[in-house]
């Protein structure tokens, strides 16, 4: 991949009004309320005034030579079920006092000290409510509130298939801010409201509704269904998750499950009459850098020329004067999200003939990493990111700090590494270390000896590296894209399919879910869930929210999808 300074690339309006009308289309599919990334960004309706007219080109051609082939549906078991589950209307009520019940137990955390005693309580509740399930499956609490519910299947050669969400949510923040009560889980006829009814107390219930349900019809499963609930999602997963991981290994071993659909965001996406649904397949890497500058105490009176919060503002402008290097790799599950429109929507000639080529012809490449850029969320998904989050030091106006200290957080984008970020701030570092004769200290190692104007030390806190990238060439990936045509084709809005077809596309999370955790488990990780609920629907702000229709897409997809593959 060929290296780019972003100052060469026009950061928009001229360039962008002369050529790139038909790429708005794209963009809004791109930014709509579908993708994860984009949430709290925009508004679904953002993007309406601008039509993009479309025609399916390539369902009616053989699908061989696709990058985004049109996979068959798969018929479901029991589809009248999934049916009333949509629309029966005592289904909806006990459904939305379900979820609403779980919203109102508090088990909201921070990031060190939380009171994880308050889970106690949200356990109790979901044994009463969901007693069929917890008496169905062989129940474990993994380092005390982690919830492991097997339901053992019948063919041991069949490998388990695991569904994850988490318990917790992040803190409710002023609830002056709220317009309703965070913990009231009322519902105004559409939605519920509250901490946590869209992330992912929605995913929490519904898949446990869907197994009440099915275990009510008499499920006996062929294989092996593993529920996974950790509760500290929201800052890491280091209590929960990574151990329920460890756990798991332990009982079924490495690359010992069918797949893991964790959380995600609601894969349904309407744009201008046409349909997409994304999976996420891969997330970003992630990098905490710890930065330390360590010069010698003293009297204000008669300071060095630089102090230590001098020496630390260089570094850190230094470092955020220049964007990493754009970079759009084959693997990039961004690429195939494009693929997916390019193939299936109408747009402009040269675009589509662009991004159908990028994973080749470098060229292509380069403009449809300019086009990204272009937008101010498109742009992440081919972007390493630096954020100096967190600074401290200096302690009295008249004396010298000693001790200054910032935290730079990254998000790796597919085709970098921890080199990358290591090498670009280890030669920034060097540079202002030699400048103010100091010493320079990389990850323990002594790169310039400490002088006695002090030393710049940095350090990889916390570090995650891109995510495996789960496989869509294989017959999981049709599967779960013959499911979900079948459920919004047939079952869920059969007047908006009646010509035209739902393509599945794969995509990428720029955030980290509970799946960190996981890859030893399987290759086969997705993210997203049934629904449309957008992630502008107040997720880790005020007034969150779920569609009462969002929730039951969940119950009523994974009801069926859950009975045909055990
Ligand atoms: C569902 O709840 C609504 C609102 O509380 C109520 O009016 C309706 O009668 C309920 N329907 C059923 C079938 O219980
Ligand atoms: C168990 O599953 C395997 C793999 O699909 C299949 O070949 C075998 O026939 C199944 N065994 C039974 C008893 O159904
Ligand atoms: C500098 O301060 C940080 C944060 O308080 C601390 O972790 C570190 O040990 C200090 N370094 C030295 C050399 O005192
Ligand atoms: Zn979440």
């Known amino acids: 991949m060929q290296e780019k300074d972003v100052s060469e690339i026009p950061a928009n309006n001229q360039r962008r009004e002369r050529s790139q009308l038909a790429f708005r ?15 709290h960004l925009f508004p679904c309706t953002m993007w309406s005034e601008e039509p993009l007219s479309v025609s399916f080109s390539a369902s009616t051609d053989s699908t061989d030579e696709l990058l985004c082939p049109l996979y068959d549906k798969i018929e479901f078991k029991d589809p009248d079920t999934s049916v009333y589950i949509l629309h ?48 169905a499956a062989n129940v474990f609490k993994v380092n005390t509130y982690g919830i492991v519910l097997e339901f053992k299947g019948s063919n041991s050669s069949l490998k388990p298939a695991m569904f994850t969400a988490h318990q917790d949510t992040v803190p409710p923040g002023d609830p002056q801010n709220w317009d309703k009560d965070p913990f009231s889980g009322l519902y105004d006829g ?166 159908l080529r990028a994973h080749f012809d470098e060229k292509s490449n380069e403009r449809v990493i300019k086009l990204l850029l272009n937008n101010k969320i498109t742009k992440y998904n081919v972007l390493t990111t630096h954020a100096a989050d967190i600074i401290n030091g200096g302690d009295k106006a008249n004396a010298l700090p000693q001790n200054v200290t910032a935290l730079i957080n990254h998000r790796i984008a597919h085709g970098n590494g921890f080199d990358t970020i290591m090498d670009r701030v280890t030669g920034i570092a060097t540079g202002v270390a030699q400048e103010h004769r100091m010493g320079l200290i990389v990850d323990d190692e002594i790169l310039i000896e400490p002088t006695l104007a002090g030393s710049i030390k940095i350090k990889a806190l916390y570090k995650l590296a891109v995510a495996p990238v789960t496989p869509i060439n294989d017959e999981i990936w049709a599967s779960l894209a ?85």
């Not at 963009?27 to 984009?38: H, K, R």
């Not at 459904?95 to 308050?118: C, H, M, N, Y």
């Not at 329920?244 to 079924?252: A, M, Q, V």
């Open 482 to 566: 013959g499911h979900y045509r079948t459920f919004y084709e047939d079952i869920t809005y059969p007047e908006k399919f009646e010509d035209d077809v739902l393509v599945l596309s794969a995509g990428i999370m720029t955030g980290n879910t509970d799946t960190r955790h996981y890859w030893d488990l399987t290759d086969h990780i997705f993210r997203g869930q049934p629904g449309f609920t957008p992630m502008t629907s107040g997720v880790h702000g005020n007034n969150e929210y779920v569609d009462a229709d969002s929730h039951l897409q969940v119950v009523a997809f994974y009801y069926n999808y859950i009975l045909s593959i055990s």
């Open 190 to 355: 559409t939605r519920v409201y509250g901490r946590g009814a869209s992330d992912c107390k929605n995913l929490l219930i519904g898949l446990l509704e869907s197994m009440d349900y099915l275990l009510e019809k008499g499920f006996k499963p062929e294989r092996t269904i593993i529920f996974a609930f950790g509760f500290d999602e929201e800052s890491s997963g280091k209590y929960g998750a990574s151990h329920i991981s460890k756990f798991l290994l332990e009982r079924y071993g490495p690359k010992s499950l069918y797949h893991i659909i964790d959380e995600g965001f609601g894969v349904f996406m309407e744009l201008q009459n046409r349909y997409f649904a994304m999976l996420a397949t891969g997330e970003k890497g992630y990098l905490d850098l710890g930065i330390e500058v360590l010069q010698p105490g003293g009297h204000s009176s008669i300071p060095p020329d630089h102090t230590a919060i001098g020496t630390m503002s260089k570094l850190i402008s230094r470092y955020e004067d220049r964007l990493y290097d754009p970079i759009l790799v084959n693997f990039n599950p961004t690429l195939n999200t494009l693929q997916c429109i390019a193939e299936y929507a109408d747009i402009e000639k040269s675009l589509k003939r662009d991004i």
């Open 88 to 135: 029966d209307d005592e289904f909806r009520n006990k459904s939305i006092s379900r979820l609403s019940k779980a919203v109102q137990i508090p088990t909201w955390i921070d990031d060190e000290g939380s009171d994880f005693t308050r889970f106690t309580k949200f356990h109790e509740y979901l044994e009463t409510e969901f007693q069929r399930v917890f008496d």
């Open 25 to 39: 289309g794209l963009l809004a599919v791109l930014a709509f309320c579908g993708f994860y990334q984009f949430f």
